[in-house]
């Protein structure tokens, strides 16, 4: 793996990281206390280039590679974890699909204005009964001339409530398991869909999830993505793709929580010198640090693999996996350097502590990462 930069790569992540510090993080604690979607926020990203690094430029995108991507979302959840799980969703969960499997004029309809966010997309695949077991999709869509019929609820879905369109999962043959899923691009404004209210979340509180209905929707046939019974292949593609963002922004959040103690150790003082000088937290410091840079460091490697067109969905497996629970685990010890501090809303690790633990649970548990890690592992021929 080649660890240095490139130019553009290194562009990026700067430009990132510059937006994230002066505009992003002064509003952070604001939005999480009020859970206020941050929409100007998130169309200034979409107008540099931040909500589809990896679109080619021909749709309005930059055209950057998956490792630019990680680098800038990793700047972003520094500084909030909710405005990053948006940047996430339009990155890889809407335009990843569109780029792949869209027609030229689904492009064009969905795909370029959802690159500056003048188009909000949403991903719509889990459903009351169907999380981790993606492939028990129960929301339906029968056939009616140039049209499909869609009936249904989903569940937890991110931007549902202010989504102009949803990449949808729908069962268009009852018989044929995970072979009879479709995917959908649909309109919100169809008559028969409803967005419930907004949930009240532990964590990422400014980022909108919601549950969708869908009551006799009708559906033109040309919104259709890829063939039909494709859909669970591209929802899993997209997934694959998708775990790599999950995991930069849990490498994030590990690593503001980080910052925040270092800085705090070495201003708290405690028996007469700064706790910094205190080898249980100097242990605990040095721990997050190990922790932090590995996870970063698998991140990358899976962005490359996905770069180089080689398989990648076990190193993306293993990214979200570690990262997410290295995100947790910094987040613990950053509360615990604060002491009761660290407690308290007045210092910023409380609500890094609570961002993490979604990346646990989202675009698949850390138990579903391991199947997925132990099946290519048992997958292999022995030696």
Request: aromatic share 8%.
């Amino acid at each position: 793996m080649d660890f240095e930069l490139t130019q553009e790569q290194r562009m990026i992540r700067d430009t990132a990281r510059e937006f994230a510090s002066e505009v992003i993080a002064p509003r952070a604690a604001h939005l999480d206390e009020t859970e206020e979607y941050p929409m100007e926020i998130l169309k200034q990203m979409g107008q540099l280039g931040l909500m589809a690094i990896s679109v080619p430029e021909e749709y309005g995108g930059i055209g950057a590679d998956t490792v630019s991507y990680a680098l800038a979302l990793e700047e972003v959840c520094k500084a909030d974890a909710a405005v990053g799980t948006m940047m996430s969703v339009n990155n890889s969960l809407v335009c990843q699909g569109l780029v792949k499997w869209g027609t030229p004029g689904q492009k064009e309809k969905y795909l370029r204005p959802a690159t500056t966010f003048q188009k909000i997309g949403a991903y719509a695949l889990s459903e009351p009964q169907a999380g981790s077991d993606a492939a028990n999709q129960r929301t339906m869509a029968v056939r009616q001339d140039n049209y499909y019929v869609v009936n249904g609820a989903k569940n937890f879905i991110t931007n549902g409530g202010v989504a102009d369109f949803l990449i949808l999962f729908v069962r268009t043959d009852p018989q044929a398991e995970h072979r009879g899923i479709s995917c959908l691009i649909f309109d919100t404004s169809i008559p028969g869909f409803s967005a419930g209210p907004p949930e009240r979340k532990l964590g990422i509180r400014a980022s909108n999830t919601c549950a969708l209905a869908f009551e006799n929707c009708r559906v033109p046939l040309e919104n259709r993505l890829s063939e039909e019974g494709e859909g669970f292949k591209i929802a899993m593609h997209i997934l694959n793709a998708g775990r790599i963002g999950i995991a930069a922004q849990a490498v994030g959040i590990a690593q503001a929580a980080f910052e925040a103690s270092v800085k705090y150790a070495k201003e708290r003082l405690q028996f007469g010198v700064p706790i910094a000088r205190h080898q249980a937290v100097q242990m605990m410091l040095a721990d997050m640090a190990v922790r932090i840079q590995a996870a970063r460091l698998l991140t990358l490697h899976a962005a490359q693999l996905k770069d180089r067109d080689q398989p990648y969905a076990q190193a993306a497996s293993m990214a979200k996996l570690y990262a997410s629970e290295t995100a947790m685990q910094v987040t613990t010890k950053a509360i615990q350097v604060h002491g009761g501090y660290g407690y308290m809303k007045d210092y910023p690790v409380e609500r890094y502590f609570r961002d993490a633990k979604i990346t646990e649970i989202y675009e698949g548990t850390s138990e579903v990462q391991r199947m997925v890690i132990a099946q290519h592992l048992l997958k292999r021929p022995e030696h």
